[in-house]
């Protein structure tokens, strides 16, 4: 996604109005989609960006694209900053509102936000949208996608995105629990799904398959590997990503821990070094 570029505001649906946070970058792509969601004067807006100075006037235009006056309530996918951190200012903007999310533990109090609890199950009504939320850990412990009931398409959050693959971080990130979320989303045979990054994914069941295949390949690369002698990380990076830029390797290199993880769990690999000891390399069991 690094050179993938967006409107700042654009209608996906009759429904959805999404605005970009403003917050481009390596993990990002062009920022993070936020949505305007509902029919109705007042709106449901799911994730509210980085907190950029950028971003509200931009969210003012869209109101106004989407013919709307003003916004319900925030919903938020889950507590990563490009997600939550905009929901003071928009606050500050717009006056008192609920937000909700699934807590986090030690992870939400730092944002200082009085939070609604929701998660599996939860439903969230606005004139002319409803949304259903479906716990999906894997990127985050937090996280949680949408049904939008009335189009059956899914707001994915982090989990799939328009462009690229997903990051399962080594705080709150399980790659066998991301695997079984994108199961999950597959039961939901979305027809469309609107990311939190990059653009509307058009054949939602296709996108997902195609990301179970990926993280197979990976894994699969990745014991190939290692059947060849104990690597660490930086050097299974260099191998499976040596056609990709040196920017993108830090979060290869999470996205490879996470495999080895899985596998360890599985029994399949193990250290072949100290842990204690950098760098740790692997071998298989």
Same mark, same amino acid.
């Given at each position: 996604?690094i050179?993938?570029?967006l409107?700042?505001?654009?209608?996906w649906?009759?429904?959805?109005?999404?605005?970009?946070? +403003?917050?481009?970058?390596?993990?990002?792509?062009?920022?993070?989609?936020?949505? =305007?969601?509902?029919t109705?004067?007042?709106r449901?807006?799911?994730d509210t960006?980085?907190?950029?100075?950028?971003?509200?006037?931009?969210?003012?235009?869209?109101?106004? +694209?989407?013919?709307c006056?003003?916004i319900?309530?925030?919903?938020?996918?889950?507590?990563?900053?490009?997600?939550?951190?905009g929901?003071?200012?928009?606050?500050?903007?717009?006056? /008192?509102?609920?937000?909700?999310?699934?807590?986090?533990?030690?992870?939400?109090?730092?944002?200082? =936000?009085v939070?609604t609890?929701?998660?599996?199950?939860?439903?969230?009504?606005?004139?002319?949208?409803?949304?259903?939320?479906?716990?999906?850990?894997?990127? /985050?412990?937090?996280?949680?996608c949408?049904?939008?009931?009335?189009?059956?398409s899914?707001?994915?959050?982090?989990?799939?995105?328009?462009?690229?693959?997903?990051?399962? $971080?080594?705080?709150?990130?399980?790659?066998?629990?991301?695997l079984n979320?994108?199961?999950?989303?597959?039961? +939901?045979? $979305?027809?469309?799904?609107?990311p939190?990054?990059?653009?509307?994914?058009?054949?939602?069941?296709?996108?997902?398959?195609?990301?179970i295949?990926h993280?197979?390949?990976?894994?699969?690369?990745?014991?190939?590997?290692?059947?060849?002698?104990?690597?660490?990380?930086s050097?299974?990076?260099?191998r499976?990503? /040596?056609?990709?830029p040196?920017?993108?390797? +830090?979060?290869?290199?999470?996205?490879?821990?996470?495999?080895?993880?899985?596998?360890?769990n599985e029994?399949?690999?193990?250290?072949?070094?100290?842990?204690?000891?950098?760098?740790?390399?692997?071998?298989?069991?």
């Amino acid at each position: 996604m690094i050179d993938l570029r967006l409107p700042d505001v654009d209608r996906w649906s009759d429904r959805v109005v999404v605005a970009l946070g +403003q917050n481009p970058g390596v993990f990002t792509g062009p920022g993070t989609n936020t949505y =305007l969601i509902g029919t109705g004067k007042r709106r449901i807006l799911l994730d509210t960006g980085q907190g950029r100075d950028a971003y509200l006037p931009i969210l003012d235009t869209a109101l106004e +694209q989407a013919g709307c006056e003003g916004i319900q309530e925030i919903v938020l996918t889950h507590g990563h900053e490009d997600h939550i951190g905009g929901a003071r200012s928009v606050i500050e903007r717009f006056g /008192a509102m609920r937000i909700s999310k699934r807590p986090w533990a030690g992870f939400d109090d730092r944002h200082g =936000l009085v939070i609604t609890p929701i998660g599996e199950g939860s439903v969230l009504r606005t004139e002319g949208a409803t949304l259903r939320a479906i716990h999906t850990p894997g990127h /985050a412990e937090d996280h949680l996608c949408f049904v939008l009931e009335e189009e059956g398409s899914l707001f994915s959050g982090d989990n799939v995105l328009g462009a690229g693959t997903t990051v399962i $971080p080594s705080q709150g990130g399980d790659l066998l629990q991301y695997l079984n979320t994108l199961d999950r989303l597959l039961a +939901q045979k $979305p027809a469309v799904i609107y990311p939190a990054h990059g653009p509307l994914i058009r054949d939602g069941e296709g996108k997902i398959r195609e990301y179970i295949a990926h993280r197979q390949k990976r894994e699969d690369q990745i014991l190939t590997a290692l059947g060849e002698g104990p690597l660490a990380i930086s050097e299974l990076v260099a191998r499976i990503y /040596a056609n990709y830029p040196d920017s993108l390797h +830090q979060a290869a290199g999470e996205s490879v821990g996470s495999h080895l993880r899985k596998l360890e769990n599985e029994g399949r690999v193990t250290t072949a070094t100290d842990r204690d000891v950098a760098p740790v390399r692997w071998k298989l069991a």
